[in-house]
């Protein structure tokens, strides 16, 4: 039996930008630590929420492999965009519409990696509670517009 495909659409010059977005995410990922950057840090779970000890030794015995984990679904997302060195350059059409077809493993790579873009986000943003989201503020334009991208991947692979 195959494996079922997601069809997304994507602009041109939002698959430029996503791939910039991601790119840096996994910059991020290689460049820091969860002990030196909050945002890493909110991307690791808190194994231990009563044992402060026991959770910094969980991070430490387990960090490494989830973010290698993190930038492997970010080099997935990537690959499939055709923009890792691939296909599409910033000289194609920004106006041009991309159809991309995931299978199921690439699909939740992508999910997890949208899911982790919007935690960093939220953390540079302040955004701790829907309070201090403003969608008035510009700045939030690109955290919502990536869980804009993250509901609909969601709805999706619900549908299957």
Same mark, same amino acid.
């Given at each position: ?14 698959? #430029?930008?996503?791939? =910039?977005?991601? %790119?840096?995410? +996994?910059?991020?990922?290689? $460049?820091?630590? @969860?002990?030196?950057?909050? &945002? ?37 997302? #990537?690959?499939?965009? =055709?923009?890792? %060195?691939?296909? +599409?350059?910033?000289?194609? $059409?920004?106006? @041009?519409?991309?159809?991309? &077809? ?44 990536? %869980? ?13």
């Amino acid at each position: 039996m195959s494996e079922r495909i997601v069809v997304l659409e994507i602009s041109g010059l939002e698959a #430029l930008h996503l791939a =910039g977005i991601v %790119g840096q995410f +996994r910059d991020l990922l290689a $460049d820091s630590r @969860a002990d030196d950057d909050p &945002a890493v840090a909110r991307l690791f779970p808190d194994a231990y929420p009563d044992d402060e000890a026991a959770s910094r030794e969980f991070r430490r015995l387990t960090g490494g492999d989830l973010l290698e984990r993190r930038a492997q679904d970010a080099a997935v997302l #990537l690959q499939t965009l =055709g923009l890792d %060195g691939g296909d +599409r350059s910033a000289e194609d $059409d920004p106006d @041009a519409t991309i159809t991309i &077809a995931l299978g199921e493993t690439e699909a939740l790579a992508w999910m997890r990696t949208l899911s982790a873009l919007r935690l960093v986000l939220a953390t540079r943003l302040g955004i701790r509670t829907e309070d201090d989201h403003h969608p008035d503020d510009p700045r939030f334009g690109v955290y919502d517009w990536i %869980g804009y991208r993250l509901d609909g991947l969601m709805t999706a692979l619900d549908r299957r």
